[in-house]
């Protein structure tokens, strides 16, 4: 490991220098900022790597499809290959950004250096990540001239809207086809995601009959029935989905069971002296790693149908507004025996193998059966933060990971 280990220091300022011109890049979504500028420069340090790149601009249709409020800003895949044959070996970052939000103590975009940290939005969700791995590419390619396999980096827009018209259109229309997978998204240097719960959002609507106020009786009041049909929500269905936990470990022991979060939007009324005809709130209901979406739908659509005999006045609709598989790749197979092996010969760290609580690019591979794993460098608490910054030590610590991955998967003997 020690030839691997000093290339990546040796070439640490670089890679900072890197990152900075990334960073400088306001790629900003929604709605989708500056991604043509992002591939162009992109485009061209994988190309000084020695890479051969690919640009891909997503069909708008595909935009439309799935972000219709975005569609006039182009989406762009950068693609970049090293080596050849079998196996291929990915590494995925995504290069947008959430909105700076306020609260910053020097320019978002104009990132800075201190006391070790590399500040800027983007710097560690995950631009940080994006540039760990093409590190770790130049170290492993300065100290093995052969190897036997294919190096791929592949950089995408979207994920933080759904990945939908980013990873998901890679992967779906057959632009990559990895045999193995490692998302540089912050998890820390050690803790390594081999999978993520899945989401099913909705809207539960609630139909009266408007009448007005002062004659409340003529009308059916759609709020009051909201209330009544949140409260079987939380009390019923509650108790329904947390008899359900999931065999593997999670980031907190508590996402190991279903969960649901009611009201985080509720929508309707009219005004004050009107009985409402129409109420809806809001439900997030998570999945763990042994559900899928189309079980947990029909469960809620069952649950729905048994609320409806129970209030014959109140018309009761479902609106659904995003599915979101959960993803696994098995803690026992080779790519995270690799990278726990890895961890552990680098860092002498015994990493934590955990589902993540949120949702990642994986869902995306793990349709396919593609062995993928999420692990990058952090701090993971201050992605989308004001003040936001990538820890260099952290930073560097992955990079030698990844290099060292690369040794044992590529280098015979």
């Known amino acids: 490991m020690g030839k691997l280990s000093a290339n990546v220091d040796k070439n640490i300022e ?4 890197v ?7 306001p790629t900003v979504n929604p709605p989708g900022e ?3 500028e992002f591939a162009s420069k992109a485009s061209k340090v994988l190309e000084d790597l020695g890479f051969s790149v690919e640009v891909h601009e997503v069909p708008k249709s595909v935009v439309e499809k799935y972000y219709p409020e975005y569609a006039d800003h182009p989406r762009y895949i950068v693609i970049g290959r090293l080596g050849g044959g079998k196996p291929t070996i990915q ?10 939000g306020a609260g910053w103590s020097m320019d978002p975009f104009k990132p800075v250096i201190r006391k070790g940290r590399v500040y800027g939005r983007g710097s560690v969700d995950m631009k940080g990540g994006i540039v760990a791995s093409l590190l770790a590419i130049k ?6 001239k052969e190897f036997e396999g294919t190096i791929e980096v592949a950089l995408v827009p979207d994920e933080e809207i759904g990945g939908e018209s980013g990873t998901g259109y890679l992967v779906r229309s057959g632009l990559s086809k990895p045999d193995y997978v490692v998302i540089a998204e912050p998890s820390g240097s050690d803790r390594v995601w ?3 719960r899945g989401a099913f959002w909705f809207y539960v609507e609630v139909y009266g009959k408007q009448a007005h106020g002062s004659t409340p009786w003529l009308g059916v009041n759609a709020f009051e029935g909201m209330v009544r049909v949140a409260e079987k929500f939380m009390r019923e269905y509650g108790i329904k989905i947390g008899s359900k936990e999931s065999k593997y470990s999670y980031d907190d022991p508590r996402g190991a069971k279903p969960t649901i979060t009611i009201g985080g939007e509720v929508r309707g009324g009219a005004k004050i002296n009107i009985v409402p005809g129409y109420y809806a709130f809001s439900v997030d209901r998570r999945l763990i790693v042994e559900e899928s979406i189309e079980e947990v739908e029909k469960e809620v659509m069952e649950f729905i149908e048994k609320i409806r005999g ?6 009761i609709n479902v609106k659904v507004v995003n599915k979101l598989q959960p993803a696994l790749t098995d803690p026992e197979s080779e790519l995270v025996k690799i990278l726990t092996e890895s961890i552990n010969e680098v860092l002498s760290v015994k990493p934590k193998l955990t589902v993540c609580l949120g949702g990642l690019d994986m869902k995306f591979y793990s349709e396919k059966g593609v062995q993928a794993v999420t692990y990058g460098p952090g701090p993971l608490t201050l992605a989308h933060q004001a003040n936001e910054y990538l820890d260099i030590e952290e930073f560097t610590k992955v990079s030698k990971v990844y290099a060292h991955i690369l040794k044992k998967m590529l280098v015979k003997g």
Do not use: M, Q, R
């Open 14 to 17: 670089w890679a900072i220098s």
């Open 19 to 25: 990152l900075k011109k990334f960073i400088e890049i």
């Open 34 to 36: 500056k991604y043509g």
């Open 91 to 100: 590494f995925n970052g995504h290069y947008d950004v959430v909105p700076p």
């Open 139 to 144: 170290a492993f390619t300065e100290s093995f």
């Open 194 to 196: 081999f999978g993520h």
């Open 310 to 315: 129970e209030f014959p006045k109140l018309k």
